[in-house]
């Protein structure tokens, strides 16, 4: 028998040395995920980013260490057989049919599948203003105009009545955004259902519900009406909020089977990652955690708030896991102050709040900070002597 060469047998040490380590790192790593800790939201790192209204406590410990399997064992699979898989939980959790379910990539993709199929030039999306810009964006990529609705005052969320009388003119789609970002406001069961049943047939409602979980029992969800047969109704939703999931891109709608099938045709191949449906199935049947996370926010929020009020600082109470508040200088000022002054990334202009800026929520220490530097921004009698050149 022949011998082997010096440097194949190096080589196979190597392949074997490399092989036990790998294993080794994979049980360190599971240990780790299973020691994830309520206490401990993520660790802070300069800029702090409180933009995008991200959960600074990350996900739960099983979507993290089943996002770990995931990637380990099926990064090169595309993820179509599990992605249906998901669909049947997500339907089974609000007592709906896998076929009034849709995924995507993010409840962003949904969004401008809705306005892609839904509006046209004569048929312009109808949204509050100000709302989540999602529709806005996408209709004007195609060079659709959307309809927009002014609230009657800041923290209003949505003027309904306006926004019913142009329905009648324009058939096309109603966006809600509930609770409402970037105020924080929710429309209650009484007010949304109304609105639903006088909304013309022929309309499609589009209620984002991005924020719902953090509302606690009191939140009256349209996934109610869409379980009760409303044939003109989509409701989104998304795994990026309190789930903690932002990065791994999962979101869903539900509506009645013909406007998912109009919507489904239009949806990007293989949308959703192994990665990001292994981690959303263990985030969605880990509903302990997410009443963790819920009553953290409030804890976070009311902290934030009251330091807030202290200060003096106007702001609109909120639902969510964000406070727009006004600081009594324009948004520009107040963004390059909390940045330059304070590594403090905040959330981006609203242009019919040139005086608001939103903050997200994030852990006890960041808040305290944004306080901090609040409080020495609040002290200055001139803008122009804060040293920020805008």
Known sequence: MNQLKRREFITLAAGAGAAVLTGCTAEKSRQTLLDHSLAEP??????????????????????????????FNSSH??????????????ADFYGLNSSEILLGCGAIELLKIATDVFCSARKPPIISYPVYEAMDYYAGLRYIGAERIPVKTEDAGHDLMRMLEAAYRYEGLIYLCNP???????????????????????????????????VG???????????????????????????????????????????????????LWNNINQAGLAAARAALENQTWLEKMRRENELTKNYFCS?????????????????LMSAGRSWEETHS??????????????????????????????????????????????????????
């Not at 993520?42 to 600074?56: A, G, M, T, Y």
């Not at 044939?231 to 999962?250: E, M, Q």
């Not at 330091?307 to 406070?323: A, C, M, N, Q, R």
């Open 180 to 214: 409402c970002n970037p105020t924080g406001v929710t429309i209650g069961k009484e007010r949304i259902t109304e609105f639903i049943d006088l909304v013309p047939e022929g309309v499609i409602v589009v209620v984002d519900e991005a924020y719902a979980e953090y």
């Open 307 to 323: 330091g807030l009020k202290e200060l003096g600082i106007d702001y609109i109470p909120s639902s969510t896991s964000f406070v």
């Open 42 to 71: 993520v660790k802070n790192r300069f800029p702090i980013v409180l933009s995008s209204n991200e959960n600074p406590f990350g996900p739960c410990p099983e979507a993290l260490e089943a996002a770990s399997r995931a990637v």
């Open 217 to 267: 029992t009191d939140f009256f969800s349209c996934m109610n009406l869409v379980r009760s047969g409303a044939p003109n109704l989509i409701v989104v939703r998304t795994f990026s909020k309190i789930y903690g999931l932002a990065g791994l891109r999962v979101g869903y709608c539900a509506g009645n089977e013909e406007l998912i099938r109009a919507m489904a045709g239009h949806r």
């Open 337 to 390: 102050y909390l940045y330059l002054k304070g590594s403090i990334v905040a959330g981006r202009k609203i242009p019919s709040l040139p005086g608001h800026i939103r903050i997200s929520l994030g852990s006890r220490g960041d808040m305290n900070h944004v306080l901090s530097v609040l409080k020495d921004f609040q002290s200055l009698s001139d803008p122009k002597n804060s040293g920020v050149v805008i």
């Open 77 to 90: 699979l595309y993820a179509r057989e599990k992605r249906d898989q998901l669909s049947r939980e997500i």
